[in-house]
């Protein structure tokens, strides 16, 4: 399951369940839901950041290089980035553990 | 002192969110809510009522805008019947658990099929658990005074909870009663300004209505389901300022002539007066019946249902609502688990009535309390009864 912080208890929940806190959603690593990867064919990638663009879940950064490079704390492996890839340098490859 | 006048139900309860001063008010219109709206339509469009009036394209559309505007800090009211309570369904779970204070006057009627424009409380029965505050008026005086009494419980920071005023379609909606309106001054006395103890404000942002995820869904339940449980405290403390400040007096469970009663009937809005005219009339001819009324539906007044049940043998429960396929009337199935395995526990039977705008009346009250003292001796062979209906 997913890793959360903060688990309390019903009287410490904040009023109405409201977050008050911007971005928090960050602490919800979400990558452990995922039952496959993009793996990056560098030979292929011609940079151009449609990965980065169409991902979801934001979890494309650009690295020194150039190229673009997911975090899989957050990827959930829903495959869009190699969808939309013009150059099919994503591949999809199955979790094995 | 406010004035006392003859006016139609609806119209008073435009009235009183008018002297409550309500900031935004989202509602489309549905037979037999329409008036009430209709005319608070008017009193902000001739500037009266310093207040946004929404015209949304639907009551889905109604309760979205009332969930933001109340969340934004803004004192909330809407009012819809039957159908249109129906299609709200999916945004009225979440007022209650986002701790919005949103005020909302149902005029109950029945719901299709067959289409019904006419009163009973199916509509609101099947919205039953939407963890709203939930009361339910007699007469128009009571209408109005319930909706002022909404706004002062529902946004009570230790509530902070959506409430609902459950009026009879036509037979309180539509009828012209002498009514007190009260003074803007008394009703000023009486509400406080809304101050959230949260609201939306770009400066210090906030996410309302996350998702919760299994490590915190049942948390957040339990959370709204205890605060609703503990408001029951500001509702009385609610109907006792009220009662100082304007001399009407409520309680969660109202009696009459109770006192001794072997039959007591239990009846949940306007036709408890014609169940008080059945009262007088089996009285006269010497029947120990008496009559208890729920006003409180949510949180369910459990000790005050108790001691006005006091030691009455037969309760003879009248719901009007018919939950095809289910044990017996909600009403009914509430008092049953309420009274169960308790020592000294009345007897509790089950009655269906008034439904799509059937009249119940005196005759029909009689013929309950008669089956229900039959089935004290004999047991039915059914846990409810449809009352009124033709056999052939
Ligand atoms: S979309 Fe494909 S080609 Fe473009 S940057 Fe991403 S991986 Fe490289
Ligand atoms: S698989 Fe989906 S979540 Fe993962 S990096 Fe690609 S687009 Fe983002």
Redesign the pocket.
């Known amino acids: 399951m997913a890793q959360i912080d903060a688990i309390v208890g019903w009287k410490d929940l904040p009023f109405g369940c409201h977050v008050y806190e911007p971005g928090s959603t960050a602490k919800f690593r979400t990558g452990d839901w995922r039952s496959q990867r993009p793996v990056?064919d560098k030979e292929?990638?011609?940079?151009?950041?449609?990965?980065?663009v169409f991902c979801p879940d934001m979890c494309y950064s650009q690295t020194e290089e150039g190229?673009?490079e997911a975090n899989m704390e957050y990827c959930k492996g829903c495959g869009i980035?190699a969808h939309?890839?013009?150059?099919d340098?994503?591949t999809m490859v199955p979790e094995e553990d | 002192m406010g004035k006392r006048v003859g006016i139609e139900v609806s119209i008073a309860i435009a009235d009183a969110v008018k002297l409550a001063r309500a900031d935004v008010i989202a509602a489309y219109p549905i037979t037999p809510q329409t008036h009430i709206v209709e005319h608070l339509s008017e009193i902000v469009a001739n500037g009266e009522l310093d207040a946004e009036f929404i015209t949304v394209e639907s009551e889905h559309a109604a309760m979205s805008c009332c969930c933001g505007s109340s969340a934004a800090g803004a004192r909330t009211y809407t009012a819809t019947s039957s159908q249109g309570l129906a299609l709200m369904s999916e945004i009225l779970y979440h007022p209650g658990p986002m701790r919005l204070p949103i005020v909302m006057t149902v005029a109950n009627r029945a719901l299709a099929a067959p289409i019904s424009i006419w009163n009973d409380h199916q509509d609101i029965m099947a919205q039953r658990d939407i963890g709203w505050i939930q009361t339910f008026a007699e007469n128009g005086q009571e209408a109005v005074d319930l909706t002022l009494h909404a706004f002062r419980v529902a946004e009570d920071r230790k509530v902070s909870l959506p409430m609902i005023v459950n009026i009879d379609g036509f037979t309180l909606s539509h009828v012209i009663e002498p009514i007190v309106i009260p003074d803007q001054e008394e009703v000023d006395a009486y509400l406080p300004a809304f101050k959230p103890r949260v609201r939306l404000d770009v400066k210090k942002p906030v996410t309302m209505g996350p998702v919760g995820i299994p490590e915190v869904y049942t948390e957040a339940k339990m959370a709204h389901n205890e605060a609703i449980k503990a408001s029951k405290r500001v509702i009385l403390q609610g109907w006792k300022e009220f009662a100082e400040i304007f001399g009407r007096e409520y309680n969660p469970v109202e009696t009459y002539r109770s006192e001794d009663a072997e039959v007591l009937l239990v009846t949940m809005g306007s036709i408890s007066e014609t169940a008080m005219s059945a009262v007088d009339a089996m009285r006269d001819k010497g029947a120990s019946v008496g009559l208890v009324r729920i006003r409180l539906w949510r949180p369910f007044p459990g000790p005050e249902f108790r001691k006005a049940a006091g030691k009455a043998s037969v309760l003879a429960v009248i719901d009007r609502c018919l939950p095809p396929g289910a044990v017996c009337g909600p009403v009914g199935a509430e008092l049953r688990s309420l009274f169960y395995k308790m020592p000294g526990a009345p007897k509790i039977f089950s009655f269906v009535a008034g439904l799509g705008g059937r009249d119940v009346t005196v005759e029909r009250f009689e013929e309950i309390v008669d089956k229900a003292r039959a089935y004290a001796k004999k047991r039915p062979t059914e846990l409810y009864e449809v009352i009124g209906v033709r056999e052939i």
């Open positions: 990056l292929k990638c011609i940079k151009c950041g449609m990965c980065w190229y673009f980035c939309e890839c013009p150059k340098a994503i």
